[in-house]
């Protein structure tokens, strides 16, 4: 079992950053991989970024390339999403998810075995 809690969300300008936290307890968090993922009102949830175990890679959806950075801390047991730049379309609820096998990059929500509770990101114009 793991448990995940996100936290971070707020309200921010068009063009303004925003960083977001997940803390996870239970399992060993340093064999997990872990994804970010969002969801706005009417829409599926989709990816936005995931991260190795180690930390040693990292994945991002197109659409954040080069604005988003995801992290972690295992000495923590915290990954990270810092959002930059961010547009009127990032408003959504972030989720953070961990993969359902050590081997298992949560880039889907398929492969997400455990889900945070979710934070509001809400980008105003």
């Known amino acids: 079992q793991v448990q995940l809690v996100e936290s971070g969300g707020g309200l921010v300008q068009a063009g303004g950053s925003l960083g977001l936290s997940c803390v996870a307890s239970g399992r060993a968090f340093s064999s997990n991989t872990m994804g970010w993922f969002r969801q706005a009102p009417g829409k599926e949830r989709e990816f936005v970024a995931a991260?190795?175990?180690?930390?040693?890679?990292?994945y991002y959806a197109n659409s954040v390339k080069g604005r988003f950075t995801i992290s972690r801390d295992n000495a923590k047991n915290t990954v990270y999403l810092q959002m930059n730049s961010l547009k009127d379309e990032d408003t959504a609820v972030y989720y953070c998810?961990?993969?359902?096998?050590?081997?298992?990059?949560?880039?889907?929500?398929?492969?997400?075995?455990?889900w945070g509770q979710g934070t509001q990101v809400t980008v105003s114009s």
């Open positions: 998810g961990a993969g359902r096998g050590r081997m298992i990059m949560p880039t889907t929500p398929q492969s997400v075995g455990y």
């Open positions: 991260i190795s175990s180690g930390g040693g890679s990292t």
